[in-house]
């Protein structure tokens, strides 16, 4: 049986379904950047590139967003909170490597227009989580928030 070795890879057959030979030791390119001033990398994921049951590193930063009307109850134990809005979180950005540090799913989430709705990013002094309002918008590459959810 021969066998052909790579960087990191060393292959026990010469058997096309055989991954060792089959993965390239070079990283493969994102294949679906975002439209527009967007740079987001791969707004569509690139499930080929992950083994069966290789675990994956996610990053996910968030959006806080408030419903109109939506304020804590008088019986709340924190006294500054009452009468305050409720906020939430939903999915700003969502960013997916497989052990090869692949890019399989990098995308910022667009929210429809709600007047109703309060939307505000996270803010931390001295921080910067990378999410800035105008990567958010569809004209920039955004996802609908239904999909990439």
Same mark, same amino acid.
């Given at each position: 049986m021969s066998t052909t070795v790579f960087d990191k890879w060393v292959a026990v057959s010469e058997d096309a379904s055989n991954l060792a030979e089959t993965n390239p030791t070079n990283h493969r390119l994102p294949n679906q950047p975002a439209c527009g001033k967007g740079i987001a990398t791969q707004v569509r994921p690139r499930f080929e590139l992950l083994l069966p049951g290789e675990p994956i590193a996610v990053d996910i930063e968030f959006e806080d967003?408030?419903? $109109? !009307?939506?304020?804590? !109850?008088?019986?709340?134990? #924190? %006294?500054d909170q009452r009468g305050r809005?409720?906020?939430? %979180?939903?999915?700003?950005w969502i960013g997916v490597v497989n052990m090869k540090c692949e890019t399989v799913l990098d995308v910022f989430a667009f929210y429809p227009v709600d007047s109703n709705i309060k939307a505000k990013i996270p803010h931390a002094p001295g921080k910067d989580f990378g999410? $800035? $309002?105008?990567?958010?918008?569809?004209? #920039? !590459?955004a996802v609908d928030a239904q999909i990439v959810e």
């Open positions: 967003f408030s419903r $109109k !009307g939506e304020v804590y !109850g008088e019986d709340r134990e #924190n %006294h809005p409720i906020w939430h %979180h939903r999915i700003a999410v $800035k $309002k105008h990567l958010l918008w569809s004209d #920039n !590459g």
